[in-house]
């Protein structure tokens, strides 16, 4: 008997979810974008720190001295 492929299912059958090999931390640690709202935003040009501000990526303030984008510390 050989076997046959279902429409729709792959070459594995079933129904099954996926199983990732991360383990994911998700939003709250690290220095990740979406790392949460504590921390820094740090000009990678000239080391200026600002507070970073929730709801605003780092990317996309200007540094206040030099005018390079900043980058979550």
Known sequence: MFNRLRPGRGNRGGNRAGRG??????????????SGPEGNCVCPSCGHKISHQAGQPC?????PKCGTRMVRE
């Open 21 to 34: 090999a991360g383990g994911g931390q998700g939003k709250g640690g690290g220095n990740k974008p979406g």
């Open 59 to 63: 990317k996309d303030i200007t540094c």
